[in-house]
């Protein structure tokens, strides 16, 4: 059976999810009840090849990086627009709890590759700005670069 190292590596990021304490992990999902807000949700994003591969005629493909760029989404309880003291403050120390349990995950990087793989943290979007609904969420991208390997679709 084929060894697909990209859905490996999104099923340990929303185990990981799953286990940070005070939050309910999703993946993939719009919307939830709101009941189980605090909520971490995992959309699996897109990817791209990082490494040019060279080649000619039939030879066959080499292994190559490959970058997998999920979202993260944190979303707090839902607040009012009137009352968001603090609430900056709750993202960014919700965003440093994700960070550090994805970075600090031996089985992550172990899938990612001991010598080439890699963890970037892209972007960070809040809702906390002008023309914003202001109810407390956040989106992280971050980006893993793993080995696809053609010998792993055997």
């Known amino acids: 059976m084929a060894r697909d190292v990209r859905e490996l590596m999104l099923k340990r990021i ?12 999703y993946r993939n999902r719009g919307e939830f009840p709101k009941e189980s807000l605090p909520a971490l949700i995992l959309l699996d994003g897109s990817g791209f090849k990082k490494t ?3 080649g000619g005629g039939r030879s066959r493909m080499s292994h190559f990086d490959m970058v997998l760029t999920p ?6 309880r839902a607040l009012t ?23 600090h995950d031996d089985e992550l990087w172990y899938l990612m590759g ?10 960070y979007d809040t809702d906390m700005q002008t023309g914003s609904s202001m109810t407390g969420s956040v ?10 390997d053609p010998e792993d679709l055997r």
């Open 14 to 25: 929303l185990v990981i999810l799953e286990s940070i304490d005070g939050y309910t992990a």
């Open 52 to 54: 040019e591969t060279k």
């Open 71 to 76: 979202q993260i989404f944190i979303v707090l």
């Open 81 to 103: 627009q009137a009352n968001n003291d603090g609430v900056g403050e709750a993202l960014s120390a919700a965003a440093m709890l994700v960070l550090d349990a994805i970075v």
């Open 114 to 123: 001991a010598d080439s793989g890699q963890i970037e943290w892209t972007n």
């Open 139 to 148: 989106r992280l991208d971050l980006a893993f670069t793993y080995v696809f």
